[in-house]
């Protein structure tokens, strides 16, 4: 059993925020107390609950825990089946933390700190008081009842990180599709409020888009509106991007290659991107928008990541771009496919447009991993500093050759924003680098001396074992 919140007093509702715009909101997994305070932050129009967990969550003394796997205590637990079989699983866990009791207290685990790659998490036992054992859907249901009257929950059980099962799209737009756009609140709950509640605050938000872009073209239809007036408002809140140095960088804008395909592929995807990318940079991190994560950006991000880790830890950091990219994808389709179908009522299922456009599943499951994963550097430069460094007096030359190790490494990430993560790639490569032009005899000896007194290899280590 682990605390959802490990580090310190967990706020009430933790990274809580609005879309610009939109009736739209996100969190992590409040506390007891943090119920009553959401309550306070929304208005008296309706609201639906979406809980984006795929995990049943009870609670313990006003704060959110979730049943893990002993051998994973960081990762979440997915649990098959349909949401009624999760809300039993509740029922069963409530059960199964009151059975752990021992003498008035229960043990829960937590991480000893924050860290973002879950390999590098530390996980730590304590004991706390069995106080106020209850099932977050019983919390909704007094809600209902009391501070949030009416209130209707729907669980959407997204995966960690992804965007399947699909179905769950559909879920959203059954919820939302009758609603009315401007007025009924929409909340989506997840652990943190980052990953899960960003791609449901995402989905309602193009769903709402849509909605709004048709009343607009009604009105004109009407003879309410001019069609200039009308084609503005969806021009520069619907499509036009928010001015940003991002948009500047291919990636940022989410040109990866299995992207492109769909746009060559699937030409109404085109529309469909703008819609997602100006949904997602709303509900994004500031200063488009103010929220956890965009969806987009987030990619190469972590891409970023993964090229200044260390081996060992870059299969999380990979497996994590690849389910972003999928993410991503899955969110144009969406787009493309509300666009097409809400004037109309949504006769058609997202998962049915989907088996329509057999080819997308195909198409994003052979693509979503076609990333240059390893840096490409120029192998004529690299060379020429063998050349220099050459001969006998290889160690006095060393200090000459450091400014062009730096320069060759500056020239290969080029691209990165300047800050700790290319300062960390530029070492990594000057070290590799350096590494592969020393002499073999040395070469190899420093990597000897490396394993024998357990150093890191770093640029400063292998520049001092060298010259010292």
């Not at 979730?66 to 509740?90: F, I, K, T, W, Y």
């Not at 940079?281 to 880790?309: F, H, V, W």
Request: include cysteine.
């Amino acid at each position: 059993i682990k605390l959802d919140h490990s580090l310190g007093t967990p706020e009430p509702c933790l990274n809580w925020r609005q879309v610009p715009g939109f009736p739209v909101f996100g969190t992590g997994q409040p506390t007891e107390p943090g119920f009553v305070q959401i309550a306070e932050k929304l208005s008296k129009d309706k609201i639906i609950w979406f809980n984006l967990r795929q995990e049943p969550v009870a609670y313990i003394g006003g704060l959110p825990v979730a049943p893990r796997l002993a051998d994973q205590p960081h990762v979440n637990v997915e649990v098959p089946g349909s949401s009624a079989d999760v809300d039993a699983m509740e029922v069963k866990l409530v059960k199964e933390i009151s059975s752990r009791e021992k003498d008035g207290n229960v043990e829960v685990h937590k991480d000893a700190g924050f860290a973002e790659n879950p390999m590098d998490r530390e996980d730590v036992a304590q004991s706390v008081k069995l106080d106020g054992l209850k099932g977050l859907n019983e919390i909704l249901k007094s809600c209902g009842e009391t501070s949030m009257p009416g209130i209707s929950v729907v669980r959407v059980p997204f995966n960690e990180q992804r965007a399947v099962p699909v179905e769950c799209f559909d879920v959203i737009i059954k919820a939302l599709s009758s609603e009315n756009a401007a007025t009924t609140q929409c909340v989506f709950s997840s652990q943190l409020g980052s990953g899960r509640s960003s791609l449901g605050m995402v989905i309602a938000s193009i769903l709402k888009a849509v909605q709004m872009i048709t009343k607009l073209n009604k009105m004109v239809e009407a003879g309410m509106a001019q069609k200039s007036w009308a084609d503005n408002i969806i021009k520069t809140k619907f499509e036009d991007p928010l001015p940003s140095e991002d948009n500047k960088d291919a990636f940022m804008r989410g040109e990866f290659e299995v992207i492109k395909q769909l746009l060559e592929k699937v030409p109404e995807t085109k529309a469909g991107k703008v819609l997602a990318d100006k949904m997602i940079d709303i509900c994004g991190t500031p200063p488009e928008g103010t929220g956890m994560q965009n969806l987009r950006k987030i990619i190469i991000q972590m891409k970023y990541k993964y090229d200044a880790s260390t081996e060992d830890k870059q299969t999380v950091w990979k497996t994590m771009i690849i389910n972003y990219i999928e993410r991503y994808f899955y969110l144009i389709c969406f787009a493309t496919y509300v666009k097409e179908h809400e004037a109309e009522g949504f006769k058609k299922t997202f998962v049915q447009w989907l088996d329509e456009h057999s080819d997308l599943k195909a198409m994003i499951a052979e693509g979503k991993d076609k990333l240059e994963w390893t840096r490409k550097v120029d192998q004529s430069r690299v060379e020429e500093l063998r050349n220099k460094l050459a001969g006998p007096d290889y160690k006095e030359k060393l200090g000459l050759l450091v400014s062009d190790l730096y320069k060759l490494a500056f020239q290969t990430y080029h691209d990165i924003p300047r800050g700790p993560i290319k300062d960390n790639l530029m070492r990594k490569l000057a070290c590799k680098t350096l590494m592969e032009i020393l002499p073999s005899e040395e070469s190899s000896r420093i990597q000897q001396e490396l394993v024998e007194k357990k150093l890191s290899i770093d640029f400063d280590t292998v520049v001092g074992l060298v010259v010292g």
